[in-house]
């Protein structure tokens, strides 16, 4: 079963926040705030990732789910919402350019959202940061005056990077992603995949851009 952290016990500025780690091919599963619960990305949906298990084991019922946000739409980060749309009836937040591929199946829960916008939750604003390169509606949950970044499948721990291969995949739009993420003040990140970082985040986005840069 995937392994549920409390990541208020490692940093202050996440009280109320946890994630369950992604098992296999799937991606973490963030859960902000209690009450009003906002959840970024589901997981895959699988039998080993099955999503209800872990959401009850934090403290969240059906009725404390308020939204879900899908940084892209990949099955990895979206099919786990159509578990928890069995039970609950969030409102689900997929950036314009990715809805293509899961509007039809989510009917009049799905909000729109592009660059700019704001999510609010019960702890913080999430600004939308559109990251294209990974999928062409790739997107970063941005809380500016924290400096805490959910950065999907954009940049990962370590100076990794999202793979730009991929059916609506661009090499020129990931870096420029990069670019403008390593100008953004960030102390903690919360990636699709691995694990937080909790200092010096722009450092990683950084080294990502390194990186990014050399394939050019
Ligand atoms: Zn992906």
Known sequence: ?????????QHPKLKDVYMIYGDGLCSNIFVIGK????????????????????LTEIGIKPQNV???IIT???HDHASGVFIILEKSKP??????RDTKYIASYLGDTLVKVEEGDIIQTELWPLEVIWTPGHTEGGMCLYVREEGILFSGDTVFPEGNFG??????GSYRQLLNSIKKLSQFKVEIMLAGHGAPVYEDA???????????????
């Open 1 to 9: 079963m995937p392994k549920i952290f409390n990541l208020g016990e």
């Open 35 to 54: 009450e009003k619960a906002t959840i970024i990305d589901t997981g895959v949906g699988n039998w080993m990732n099955p999503v209800w298990p872990q």
């Open 66 to 68: 308020d939204k879900v």
């Open 72 to 74: 892209h739409a990949h």
């Open 91 to 96: 409102k689900v937040y997929v950036h314009q």
């Open 163 to 168: 793979n730009f291969s991929g059916e609506s």
């Open 202 to 216: 722009e450092n990683n986005i950084k080294m990502a851009l390194v990186g990014i840069e050399m394939y050019a």
